[in-house]
Each structure stands twice: as structure tokens, then as C-alpha cells.
């Protein structure tokens, strides 16, 4: 089936405990769109500027992502520049310049408008919107978002949810977009608001897929090299959507597995700077961590006689 | 088999987001041993002041905690004031009196002296030590710790983790005891340090289990209800050692049932306040929820033509 994403394109200045890198590739729709490509073509809709350096788009065609929807404006790529603290947790943002991107008004190609699967990176919702209107009904609306929108465009991105059917947020965004403390009861308030199915990122500590009255709780895969955790959140989607769109199915047992299919991926992708790891990733290896995680989760049957 | 377990009885003080409660019973003793009740009896070595009341007596008595090994001292009840903020995950301790406490030397009456299991709760590690040695070698000698040792006492601590088969900690511990913030080396250090087999507890995020090459990742079950998360950890830790008491096993697919059974225990306690919630409690209710767990856990196998 085919799949667009529409997100930010970026260069990443990015300092962890254990090194830096300086304007590195970046960007939710790069590291959805690479990490979806394990699993077959997807089509990118974002905006860079003139300094974009080419060999970034020869990668990313390399993967099987389609630029056609890749706008090359005057003026420079946008621009993130973070730091992690010790336990890589906690991310402060040292400098944003928006750069082109301030002026990104997403364009889906005339022969992009009928995906099948659609995913809406964590960009302004009345942008993300746009883009719902520019297709005809996907099978599947997918779409992340973030505090800034949350407490900055409330009404707005309630507005785009009732158009979305699968959301991704992290923990802590759920419970303010849902003003639920408790992560459980702010996930059924949030499929109050239009989606039918809520992916809860809970970073190192793994993910909670809710819909209707079924809820699946996914382990991450216990890594003992984190390195980087830029872009994993959009990785574990990217690798989510990517399944999907293979698998052509939405079914539960499905949905399960394109769960653990994006802790996969964005484990592989935490491993080195920017998305270094998926140059090397192979199919086997993911195949092999997916077989690891079935089996360190793996338990028995209470028997019978367990309880006094 | 048999299960003795070393540690505080209190009076605990606790406020949450949800009400608050004045002299409740609590102690790291008191939830282990009830829920470790639920699988068969247990011997509790402890102390209280001449103030606690005979109910919180008749109670532990009714559950099946043989009470021989609790001392009554003159002076009053260990007793702990905290306050929860309103995600539960962060408590501020608000006032401390140790009281009859202070002065705590275990120790086990003639007839407990050659357990199959013991499980020293968090107390200075200098008295851990002082129980191993009264008795003869249990089958499996288990142990709990917390910051304040680990920082205040490490040398005597680390004396106390040779004679360790199994630790109990949470994240921030174990990140602490190793001086390492990946919590995947931090515990291949721990296992250097005596014990055999480590559990690191992660709250809501469930719990992890080491044990040379074996690794288990559990889920915490996804709660809708949670109001006082005292004494979850200990409960976790009764529940796990209660069940592995009653099997009389120790192979890695009993770990892993134990590390579940701890969960489930854990996330009943958390319901109410103090052990409220297990005056209540049904074995019923713990095979329902175990299997409950299993049943959203659960994931299939990738087939082999889920990627490109």
C-alpha cells in the first residue's frame, strides 16, 4: 500500500554525553521515512533550503524514499540544535532556526493525492489538515504532535484530530492533552476526541496501544548502547506505518506487531549520531531483535495450584 | 517452603492527590509479608512500640504472618510521613520518627534459624548482614536497598551484597549502586558485586530481571486506578517471593512467573490506601489479572515476508 509522510526536514546539531555531531541529517519526516523504507517505498513531502547537501537526498533515494514532494526553497534548512543530559532522558533545545520551514505550506504531488496510508509528522495542525484536505479519504490517518501545539493551538489540533484515526504521543503529552494525570483514563478521553486508536511512546521504558477496548503494552528492547535518542520517536512510527502499509491489514494481532516492529526500529536508530545505524541495518537484524523481544517478554501459565 | 522476612512494621501518614490518611499500618515488613501471605505462610522478624494497635496484630495473624519474630519495645511505632505529588511518582517524605525502630536488632526466635528463603527488607546493611548470619544457609537469601544506604553506608552495603543471591532495587538505584546511568550495564555491574540474580523495579514501567545471560522485561500492569503507590515495591517483592517459596523452584521460567506474580501484586496494593486493598483481595482476582497481563502482552511471531 502506498504510504506519504509529511514532516520536517532538518540539520541537527547534537551533543550527548558521549559525543557531538554538527548539522547532521535530521528531521521527523527523514527518520519516519528511512525507517519506514525497511519495509518499502514511502513518499516524502517536506521542504529544505539551498544548503541542503545533496548526498542526504541521494541517501535518502537510496532507501526507496521518493522526493517528488521534497520542495527545494531559497534560503537555508531548518535548523535544530540540542543537548542531552547524562541519562539521556532529557533534551534541551539550545537553538531552533525554522529557517524555510517557517514558510512550509505542505503540496502533495497530483499523482501522491489518493495514499492509502497517510502520516502527519509533528507540525503546526492547521498544516497537518491541509494536507487531510489535499487527499482523497486515506485507509489510514496517522499523526503525531507535541506540548506546543497541545497548550499553544488547542483548538486547532482538536480540530485535526476528529480527521485523525491513529495519534502518537508521548506519555507526558498525553496526560496534558487529555488534563488526566493518570495515563490509562487520559488515553479513553483522547479516544473521545476523534481517533480510534492512541499510541502512548514511553521512550526507554517501551509504548501502550489503546483502541476501543483493547490495550497492548510493549516492552522497549533493553539496550545497553543508547547513544543518541534523537529521532526515535519518529523511527518507532516510521517502522509502525512501514508494516502496516506492507501487511495491508489493521487488524489487532497486527497492530500488536507493528508496535514492537517501532520499538524495533527506533532501538536500532538510538544506537549512533543521527540516523547513522539505519545505513547498515539490515532485514536480518531487525528480524533478529523482533525474535529477541518475543523472547525476553516470553512467560508462562499460572498453574493451578500457584495460589494458597 | 519456608519464607522469613526481616524489616520494618510502621505507622504511616500518607497524602495523595486523592485524600489522606493518618497512622495507617504500613512498613516494608508489614506489605511484604501480606502479600506473600497470599501464597503461604510467612515469619515476620520485627519491632513496634507500645502503641500499635492489637488489630494491625489480628490482622497479620488472620493472613497467615506468624507474628513469633515481632518485638514490642517501650516507646512508640515507627513512623512515616509522606506526601505524593499528583503523578504519584514523586514522594516527599515529610517527617521521619524511627522511634523504637532506631534501636531494631533483629532477631530470629531458635525455630526460625534455618529458612529456606530469606528476604531482608530495606534496613541498614549493617544488621542485613546480621540476620545472614544467624541462620544456617537459606536456598535463597534476597534483598532490598535504597539510596540512603547506598550512599551513606556503600562500603557495608557492598559486604551485605556478597552474601546476596538476589537484589531488589529500583532504576535510580541501580544506576547509583554502579555509578553507570545505563541501566542495561548498571546491572551486568551489579551481578559482579555478589548476587546472582538482580530485579530492578520500575514503577508504572514494570520491572526488569538479570540473571547471568538471562534478561526478562515485564510490563507494569496499565492501571486506571492508582492512589497510593506506598509500599508497592515491597509488595512486589512479597508477591515474587511468596510464589517462589510455594513452588520451590528457582529456573528461569519460574523467575519470570515470580517477576509477574510481583506485578500483579503490586498493582493491587496501589488501589487503596495503606494495604487496604488486600484486606479485600481474592487469589481469584490475582489469576484474573495475571492473565490479564499475559493476554496484553501478547504478540505474535513476524512472518517471514514482513519486510522488503
Known amino acids: ?6 514532516g520536517s526536514v532538518a540539520l541537527d546539531s547534537v551533543e550527548t554525553p558521549f559525543g557531538k555531531r554538527e548539522a547532521a541529517l535530521g528531521g521527523s519526516a527523514t527518520y519516519f521515512s528511512t525507517s519506514a523504507s525497511f519495509f518499502g517505498p514511502v513518499r516524502l513531502v517536506g521542504v529544505v533550503g539551498e544548503d541542503f547537501p545533496v548526498e542526504h537526498e541521494r541517501f535518502l ?33 539550545l537553538d531552533t532556526r525554522l529557517n524555510v520551514f517557517a514558510d512550509f505550506r505542505p503540496e502533495l504531488p497530483p499523482a501522491w493525492r489518493e495514499p492509502d496510508m497517510l502520516f502527519l509528522g509533528n507540525i503546526d495542525p492547521d498544516l497537518q489538515r491541509s494536507v487531510v484536505d489535499q487527499v482523497r479519504r486515506p485507509r489510514l490517518v496517522a499523526a503525531d504532535t507535541m506540548n506546543f501545539w497541545i497548550s499553544g493551538k488547542r483548538q486547532s489540533l482538536l480540530e485535526t484530530l476528529k480527521r485523525v484515526d491513529l495519534l502518537f504521543v508521548n506519555d507526558a503529552e498525553a496526560r496534558q492533552l487529555a488534563g488526566e494525570s493518570n495515563v490509562v483514563k487520559a488515553a479513553r478521553a483522547i479516544l473521545t476526541m476523534g481517533p480510534q486508536a492512541l499510541v502512548v511512546k514511553r521512550g526507554e521504558h517501551g509504548a501502550l496501544y489503546f483502541s476501543g477496548n483493547e ?9 545497553p548502547s543508547a547513544f543518541d535518542p534523537t529521532g526515535a520517536g519518529d523511527s518507532f512510527a516510521g517502522g509502525f506505518m512501514g508494516y502496516l502499509a506492507r501487511t ?5 494481532p497486527t497492530m500488536r506487531k507493528a508496535i514492537v516492529v517501532g520499538t524495533v526500529l527506533a532501538s536500532f536508530v538510538v544506537e549512533e549520531f543521527s540516523l547513522d545505524r539505519f545505513r547498515t541495518l539490515t532485514p536480518h537484524e531487525i528480524r533478529g531483535r523482533y525474535a529477541e523481544i518475543r523472547r525476553l517478554t516470553h512467560f508462562d501459565e499460572l498453574e493451578p495450584d500457584g495460589l494458597a
Open 1 to 6: 500500500m502506498s504510504l506519504v509522510v509529511v
Open 215 to 223: 490495550v497492548f503494552a510493549a516492552v522497549a528492547y533493553p539496550l
Open 248 to 252: 495491508g491489514r489493521q487488524d489487532g
Open 61 to 93: 533515494a537510496s532507501r526507496g524514499v521518493d522526493l517528488l514532494g521534497l520542495a527545494r526553497h531559497k534560503g537555508e534548512t531548518f535548523q535544530w540544535k540540542g543537548r542531552y543530559e547524562y541519562d539521556l532522558n532529557t533534551a534541551h533545545t
